[in-house]
Structures are given as C-alpha cells and as structure tokens.
C-alpha cells in the first residue's frame, strides 16, 4: 500500500496505540516520528522488537522501517511534523476517572513551536478534555496550535486490519481547516467520516464502548436466565443477531469482559456522569453484571467438586481474550484470585500472556496437557483457538476428573459429552446450574444469590486494581 512520502506525522506515546497509528501510518506512506519516554522501549524498537503482541505489527513496522523514527526527545517530535499525534494511556484512577497525567506531560513538554501545528488527540479522554487542553496551550503562549478529537475504535488482536479499515473514521475540531486536515490523512480509506465539535467527537468514542459493554452484560444476563429456564443463549443470540435492527456482533455470553479499555472506559463515563450530577444507572447495572459474571464459573466449579480445598483447577487462557497478549483486567486474575481464596491448586496455560507477578500462587504451565495433568477441572477463560480441541482423549486420561466448564462457549455440549468429558458451559440449556449432580462430597456453600443473577453491590465485590 506504501505511495510516495506524504505529509510527515509525530506520534506521542509509543504504546499500544501510538505504535500501531504510527505504523499504519508510515505503511500509507508518511514519514513517522514516534516518541515516548521509556529509554528501554525506544531502544528496542530501534532494535527492531515490539514491547508487546499484536498480530501482523511487527512485520509492518519491520517494512516501513525507513519511515520510522523513535526518539526520547520531545523537541524532536514535535519539530517534525503539523501534526503532532497524541496516544499516550489514561489508565483509571481509584476514584474511576481516567489519569490524564501523561496528556498533560505531553503539553508540558512542547517547546515553543513558532509555526502553527495541531495536537491531534487519539487517546481516549473525557469529554471537556479538549476545552482544557486548548486553555492549557492558550496558557502556555502556544494558542496557535490547534486541537482536534480523532479518537480510535483499534480492538487488540486486530488493529492493524482495523486501523485500515475503518468503520468510521471521527474527527471533531474547533476550527473547521484543522478538521479538514486531519480528515485528508484518512481519504484513502473506504469509510465515512463523521465532523463533529470536539465534545461530541470526544462522547462518541466512550458511548461506543459503553455501548459494546453493554451488549455483552446484556448477552451474559440472558444467558444467566438461559440456565434458570432451559434456553440456550447460543441459539438466542443467534436468533436475536439476525436482527438486522441489532447485528450479531458482541452477543458472545460468558466470563465477562476485560482489557484495557471496556472496564476502564465504562466506569469512567459513569464517573464522567456522575461528577457533572447525573447517575448513569444502566451503565452501573453493565459493570456490576460484570463483575458478578466473573466470579460465576467458581459457582459452577462447586457445584461438580463441592468444596474446591485442594482440587486441581486448571484455568485455560489468561490474555483477556484471543490473539493478545494482554492481561489488564482480564477475567483470569480474578478468576485465579478467588480459586486461590479457596484454597485450590492452580494451574494456568497461555498460549501467549505471560502472568509474571500478576499471578502470585499459580503454577504456570507450557501447554494445555501439563496444565490439566491430574486436573479436577478444565477451565477455558480465554477464546483461544487452540481450545477447541479440548475434549480429546488425550486431555481425558491426562485429567484425574473429566471436568470441562467453558467459560467462552467454544466446544459443542454434545461432542465434548461424547468424548467422555462432563461439560458445562454459559447459558446453554444442556447444563442448567440449578440442576446439581452427584458429588463426591457435598458443597460448603450455598449457590449464592450472585449466582442466580441477583445482584448484590459490585462496591463490595473483590476488586482487581492494576499493578
Ligand atoms: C475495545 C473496542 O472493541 C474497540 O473498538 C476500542 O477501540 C478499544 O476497546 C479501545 O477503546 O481502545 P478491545 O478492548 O481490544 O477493544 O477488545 P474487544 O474485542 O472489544 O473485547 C473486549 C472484551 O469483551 C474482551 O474481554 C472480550 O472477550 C469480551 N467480549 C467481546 C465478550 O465477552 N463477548 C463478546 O461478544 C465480545
């Protein structure tokens, strides 16, 4: 796709974001600055190496090499280009706001630039972020540098694709010639591009994802009363995603969403809300299934094993979902955390995150069979591919109980039962959670009322900050 050189870009932040911008950027055929503070970071990129997984990255940046400059110097970014990209993180506060620290470093260290420029902001920000960037350039001497909203929709694991091809491209200025210069860099693409005032630029990229939490929480609720009432949420939203009103995307039940953004944006918005005197209660309902669905598999453990001291549970995948490497609020920590709390043995297989600290207590394994030798339980927590061929007669005389509780839904009922295995998964109507089988001995504790949907205070539940 690379044409001839096009207008140079800076890029601030050299994160998951900022690298995949900065990369899809230069494969368009810009020249590309990209910035960041972490010494070690900007040295291994020039080396070649990505600090993180995300599929088809590293050959593309690895192609447009010539186009792509790191650098530990602000001046150096910001002297190289109008456009100064800023995707640096905003990681959630204990009082739920995004931190927007990094952003204001990022002002800070501008030098005095005598020409005009625009900070193009692609991190994702509260809405008013740009009023209060514009009156810290105003501040600064630097009124003369423009401001537009051009926030990202890149899910992880397939960024690159999206970043190409974009549903939509949005772009919100104060000035309309800034608006316009920002969205010439995206003419290429075959997307609309939605103008907006930089408010509305900035709430459209929170409601997206409010709004694709809330689907999934809604899917997980369903799926819940799926298994009180013999319906399989496999089937319903199936039939509900044909609905061209409703679409089939994000109706996947079950352990709930993670990452670096659903859990994070979400509770920024309702605090967002609620700092401005409106209490956004469905979002509250979307977080607070959440974190209740999480802990639902435990439940569902019992019910097979009774008290879960001492059993084996082997939980398959930790990323927060297939194809990163990501484990920023993923289901897993809280999953391992609550078995640990019980008392279990666990162990845990990736076939790509690597836990390090995160996960103190868990015996990390290298495949699928060492994770569940002598296992009580197989857990899938993760919709890895490599899952789906769990129930193989390998894995069943590898474990010394057949046990297979899929938390992503991706074996077939069926088949799994066939080959041998007992097998439960979310909302399906084959393995309703109030029918409990025979034990070995008996439960130490109730079905608790989070299990049969009723939500308690998602304030009381164990809550996993980050490191
Ligand atoms: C999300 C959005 O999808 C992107 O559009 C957005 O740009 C990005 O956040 C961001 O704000 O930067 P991402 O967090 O990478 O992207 O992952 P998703 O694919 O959206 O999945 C989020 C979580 O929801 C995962 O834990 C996934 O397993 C879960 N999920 C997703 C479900 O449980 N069910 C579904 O049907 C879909």
């Not at 944006?265 to 605090?271: E, F, G, I, P």
């Not at 509780?405 to 084959?430: K, M, T, V």
């Amino acid at each position: 796709m690379a044409g001839q050189a096009k207008e140079p870009l800076s890029i601030f932040g050299a994160g998951w974001v900022g690298l995949v911008t900065g990369s899809c950027f230069a494969e368009l055929g810009h020249e590309v600055v990209v910035r960041d503070v972490v010494p070690e970071k900007i040295e291994r990129l020039r080396a070649g190496e990505l600090p993180f997984f995300e599929p088809g990255l590293a050959e593309l940046v690895e192609r447009n090499a010539e186009r792509l400059t790191f650098t530990l110097d602000a001046a150096e970014a910001a002297h190289a280009s109008e456009l100064l990209f800023v995707c640096v993180d905003t990681p959630p506060t204990y009082s739920g706001d995004a931190d927007l620290s990094r952003v204001w470093t990022v002002i800070d260290e501008l030098p005095q630039l005598d020409r005009r420029g625009i900070l193009v902001m692609k991190s994702t920000v509260p809405v008013g972020t740009g009023e209060k960037v514009r009156a810290a350039l105003e501040g600064r001497g630097l009124s003369h540098i423009g401001y537009v909203s051009n926030p990202e929709f890149l899910a992880e694991g397939h960024a690159v694709d999206d970043f190409m091809r974009p549903d939509r491209v949005v772009v919100g200025a104060f000035a309309e010639a800034d608006g316009d210069h920002v969205s010439a860099l995206y003419s290429e693409m075959d997307a609309p591009t939605v103008r907006a005032d930089v408010a509305s630029a900035e709430m459209i990229k929170l409601a997206a994802n409010a709004f694709l939490a809330t689907r999934i929480s809604f899917i997980n609720e369903i799926a819940n009363v799926c298994e009180v009432t013999g319906a399989d949420v496999e089937k319903v939203a199936e039939g509900v995603g044909l609905d061209h009103r409703l679409g089939p995307h994000f109706l996947r039940a079950g352990v709930g969403f993670g990452g670096s953004c659903f859990p994070k944006d979400t509770n920024a918005l309702k605090q967002l809300a609620s700092n401005s005197g409106y209490h956004f209660q469905l979002l509250s309902a979307v977080i607070e299934v959440n974190e209740l669905q999480k802990r639902r598999v435990i439940n569902k453990l019992q019910k097979y094993l009774g008290r879960l001291r001492e059993k084996r549970i082997a939980l398959l995948g930790l990323a927060f979902k297939a194809n990163t490497d990501d484990m920023r609020e993923a289901p897993s920590v809280v999953l391992a955390s609550r078995l640990l709390a019980e008392g279990a043995d666990v162990r845990a297989y990736d076939p790509v995150a690597r836990p390090g600290e995160l996960l103190r207590g868990v015996s990390v394994c290298e495949s699928v069979l060492e994770a569940v030798r002598g296992a009580d339980a197989a857990v899938i927590v993760t919709d890895w591919d490599e899952f789906r061929s769990l129930a193989s007669s390998e894995v069943r005389d590898a474990m010394r109980r057949p046990l297979i509780i899929d938390g992503r839904n991706l074996l077939d009922p069926e088949a799994a039962r066939a080959a041998g295995f007992d097998y439960e998964g979310i909302g399906r109507a084959s393995s309703p959670l109030a029918a409990l089988p025979e034990t070995d001995e008996p439960s130490s504790v109730d079905v608790p009322s989070e299990a049969m949907g009723q939500t308690g205070s998602a304030e009381n539940a164990e809550h996993f900050s980050r490191e």
